[in-house]
C-alpha cells in the first residue's frame, strides 16, 4: 500500500507525466492500427469496386461502338406487281374459205389478213360465219355461232427488294371452218404441261369444248344455224379477208 501522504508533488507530477506519454503511445498504436485496416479495407473492397466500376464504363463504350458500327438496315421495300401480258386474237379458215365473217371483238380490224394475230384486250366476245360449200357437186350452206373468251396472263407478285416479272403473251386463232370451227390457243414463250382442250359434247347442232390452262378453264360453244343470221347483225362488225389463201 501507498501512502498517498508521503508522495510530494513532484511525484505526482512525474506520475501523471508518464501516464500522459504511455496515453499517447496507446493511442499512436491505435491510431497505426486504424490505419491498417483502411488499407485492408480499401484493398480488399475499394478496389473491386473501382474495377467493377471501369470495366462496366468499357463495355458500355464497346457496345455503344457496335452499334454505331452495325446501323440497323433499312425498312424493306417492295417491289410492284408484275404486269398483265398482252393478248393477240386471230381468225383463219379451214376446207373452205367463209363468204360472211362477223365479230364484236374491235382487235379485228374492217379488213383483216387469215392467220394474223391482232392485239386484243380480255372479255368474252362473238364470232358469226357462213359460207356455200359443195358436197356431192351439189352447193351446201352453213352457218355457223361462235362464243369465246379471250383471257391475259397475270404477272408474278412483287417481293421484298424485287420487282414481279410481267405475265407471258396469250394468242388465240380461231379456224372457221365449214363443219364446225377449231380453236388453238397458247403462251409464246412457253406451252403449260396442263393445257388440254377436250370436246365437252359434240352433235349436229352444237360443239362444246372446255379449254383448260393452269387455273383458267373456259368453256366455248359453238352453235350450228339453219339459217343466215346476218341481216340481224350490226354492220359495225362486219369483217371482210385481204387476201384470200
Request: proline content about 6%.
Amino acid at each position: 500500500m501507498y501512502n498517498l501522504n508521503n508522495i510530494s508533488c513532484a511525484s505526482l507530477e512525474t506520475l501523471a507525466q508518464g501516464l500522459s506519454n504511455t496515453g499517447c503511445r496507446q493511442i499512436k498504436k491505435v491510431s497505426h492500427t486504424t490505419k491498417n485496416i483502411m488499407k485492408i479495407i480499401t484493398k480488399t473492397f475499394l478496389f473491386p469496386v473501382l474495377a467493377v466500376l471501369f470495366l462496366s464504363t468499357i463495355l458500355s463504350s464497346c457496345v455503344t461502338q457496335c452499334y454505331d458500327c452495325n446501323p440497323a438496315p433499312p425498312p424493306c421495300t417492295y417491289g410492284t406487281n408484275g404486269y398483265p401480258g398482252p393478248a393477240f386474237f386471230g381468225l383463219d379458215w379451214i376446207t373452205d374459205i367463209p363468204d360472211y365473217v362477223w365479230t364484236n371483238n374491235q382487235a379485228i380490224p374492217t379488213v383483216f389478213y387469215y392467220g394474223e394475230y391482232y392485239n386484243t384486250l380480255p372479255g368474252t366476245y362473238n364470232l358469226y360465219y357462213e359460207g356455200q360449200m359443195i358436197v356431192d357437186c351439189c352447193p351446201v350452206d352453213y352457218f355457223w355461232d361462235v362464243t369465246f373468251d379471250i383471257w391475259v396472263n397475270a404477272g408474278t407478285a412483287g417481293g421484298c427488294g424485287f420487282v414481279g416479272a410481267d405475265g407471258l403473251p396469250s394468242y388465240l386463232m380461231i379456224g372457221m371452218g365449214p363443219y364446225g370451227p377449231s380453236e388453238a390457243r397458247t403462251n409464246k414463250a412457253e406451252v403449260s404441261d396442263n393445257e388440254r382442250f377436250d370436246i365437252i359434247s359434240d352433235t349436229d347442232d352444237e360443239i362444246v369444248m372446255q379449254h383448260t390452262n393452269g387455273d383458267v378453264n373456259v368453256r366455248v360453244t359453238f352453235k350450228k344455224l339453219t339459217e343466215s343470221r346476218k341481216d340481224s347483225l350490226e354492220t359495225s362488225g362486219v369483217r371482210t379477208a385481204a387476201v384470200d389463201i
